[in-house]
């Protein structure tokens, strides 16, 4: 059955450090896309980052990385140069198959990561 | 370029009545899939639409229902609302049935009581 395991349930880090969220994921499927969501208090899940598995480079986004290792299954975010705005709920996402061709999000319980000033 | 928007944005409902929910996508985006969030959980998959069809549905009971309309703009339905019924309901879209990249909403918050 495919799974997204998030361990952190909350994280500190200190403004302008950067910080590492971990996901590791379970699937018997080749191919599938691994996706990382900020969820701020007011409710939106803002989309940040996606890794696809037969992607050979780490996925980059500005600040944000998304440290692949296939071998391993896990997909951890890593937040460079943290801002008092990434004070957040980060959720690991992983796309699976839902039926007749399409594709669901299975979510991990989720990060909150709070920057210190 | 307007993101995907809901409404309502609150809702509050007593046990055992109807709610209806609703979603329009973004622009040119065919796909729409609902999503119902506990508090403390990550979001749990209900339905995927694309073209006006269901193309997936998750591990929920058929009280819960939606559809999709020819402008892709979606109604997520739940009947007999029970207490366990209270979430924040959101709505993502994209462009094609992969998902590859999906855009949510800012949900819909139901509370019964």
């Known amino acids: 059955a495919q799974k997204i395991t998030q361990t952190q349930p909350g994280m500190f880090v200190q403004e302008k450090e950067a910080v590492t969220l971990d996901c590791t994921y379970d699937t018997s499927d080749q191919s599938y896309g691994l996706f990382w969501y900020k969820q701020p208090s007011s409710g939106e899940m803002i989309f940040l980052i996606y890794q696809g598995s037969y992607d050979e480079q780490n996925a980059t986004e500005g600040r944000y990385s998304l440290n692949f290792q296939k071998a391993r299954k896990s997909a951890n975010l890593v937040i460079s140069a943290s801002q008092l705005g990434d004070s957040a709920m980060y959720f690991c996402a992983m796309r699976v198959p839902s039926g007749a061709g399409s594709y669901q999000l299975t979510f991990g319980k989720g990060t909150k990561l709070s920057v210190i000033p | 370029d307007a993101g995907v928007t809901q409404s309502p944005t609150h809702l509050i409902k007593t046990r055992g009545q109807h709610v209806t929910l609703r979603c329009s996508p973004i622009?040119?985006?065919?796909?729409v899939s609902w999503y119902q969030q506990v508090l403390g959980q990550g979001p749990q998959f209900i339905f995927q639409y694309y073209e006006k069809e269901e193309r997936g549905r998750g591990n929920f009971p058929d009280r819960f229902s939606a559809r999709q309309f020819p402008n892709y703009s979606s109604e997520l339905n739940v009947n007999a609302l029970l207490l366990g019924d209270s979430a924040l309901y959101l709505c993502?879209?994209?462009?094609?049935?992969?998902?590859?990249?999906?855009?949510f909403g800012q949900g819909t918050r139901l509370t019964v009581v």
């Open positions: 993502a879209s994209s462009l094609f049935r992969e998902n590859t990249e999906a855009f």
């Open positions: 622009s040119g985006h065919k796909s």
